[in-house]
């Protein structure tokens, strides 16, 4: 009995270590669906923001978890870049929401003109707010 | 007669105000680094560059977020113990160049350049002299760099555990792929 517990213990202590070496060493991120949201907003809204006061924006939006919706202008499903969605807004830039993969944009046609909702991370601005890791909530 | 003037007179003057600047959002900047425990590697693809060609300016500005590593744990410690991202989020350069009439023409072919100007990274500037080369092929403009820069002089400490692992000295490298911008 007691060498059975001992075995039990061991084997449990070793996929501890397993999944502390895995979760550190190779794994590539958690999974956008399984982090809670922290804002939800129009891709509108979010530029705005940005647009009026950058410092302030970051303060809020920087490594936040963010849903956006909004109207797609450009999607960008090349070898040679990671695949984007752009979203509207009333400024002089985009959101651009990059994805993963060609797998995370999935096999749906996303169209320029539809209203979108997407979630990522936003990672700041430049001449557009730029939101990583995203996935799409509907289409 | 009068007629065939005014359209040369509209002819040079469109020649004139020609395109000369260009702009690229998708600008990629990889940075390299050999160490005798393992190779570095990060990848971004979000930079913004836009270069002048009349004037011989070019700008680049990218978020230290935007650097893609193969491990996650690398990622992180990058962005929360060297980099300061939080704290510093862009990384920009600015600089000049001395354009040559071909260029500004964007005629066809491979145009060596030397930059000069200034490079700011975890908020210390400091200045970067280098050659670049800017290529027109039927009107499309791409902008390539290579450079190395030490990890001090931005004043990014690393911790003496980890120091062997990581090189001082650090090669950039950058492609832009510009498209017309007015």
């Known amino acids: ?139 | 007669m009068k007629a065939i003037y005014s359209l040369m007179c509209l002819l040079m003057i469109v020649s004139l105000s020609a395109q000369d600047r260009y702009l690229t959002r998708t600008g990629e900047i990889t940075f390299f680094s050999t160490a005798p425990l393992e190779d570095i590697e990060a990848k971004s693809d979000k930079a913004l560059s836009i270069v002048d060609l009349a004037k011989g300016q070019v700008a680049v500005d990218m978020l230290m977020k935007s650097f893609e590593f193969e491990k996650k744990l690398m990622q992180e410690h990058f962005n929360e113990n060297y980099v300061e991202s939080d704290k510093y989020p862009k990384a920009k350069f600015s600089g000049t160049f001395n354009p040559s009439d071909a260029l500004k023409a964007m005629e066809d072919g491979v145009y060596e350049l030397d930059v000069k100007g200034e490079l700011t990274i975890h908020g210390v500037t400091n200045p970067v002299d280098t050659k670049a080369t800017l290529s027109v092929e039927s009107g499309k403009l791409k902008g390539e760099v290579k450079f190395n820069l030490t990890v001090k002089s931005f004043d990014i400490k690393i911790p003496s555990v980890v120091a062997k692992k990581i090189a001082e000295e650090v090669e950039v490298t950058g492609i832009f792929n510009y498209e017309p911008y007015n």
């Open chain 1, 1 to 139: 009995m007691n060498k059975k517990n001992f075995l039990i213990i061991g084997v449990l202590f070793g996929l501890v270590v397993a999944y502390f070496v895995w979760s550190n060493f190779f794994s590539t991120g958690p999974s956008t669906s399984r982090l809670s949201t922290d804002f939800e907003l129009s891709a509108t809204e979010l530029y705005e923001a940005f647009d009026r006061d950058e410092a302030k924006a970051n303060e809020m939006y920087l490594n936040k978890i963010l849903e956006v919706e909004g109207t797609v202008t450009d999607v960008v499903n090349s070898d040679d870049l990671k695949p984007s969605i752009s979203l509207q807004t009333n400024g002089f830039g985009v959101i651009k929401c990059s994805f993963e993969s060609a797998e995370a944009l999935g096999e749906s046609e996303i169209q320029v003109g539809v209203t979108i909702k997407l979630k990522g991370e936003c990672i700041g601005y430049l001449l557009d707010v730029l939101l990583t890791n995203t996935i799409i909530i509907n289409d």
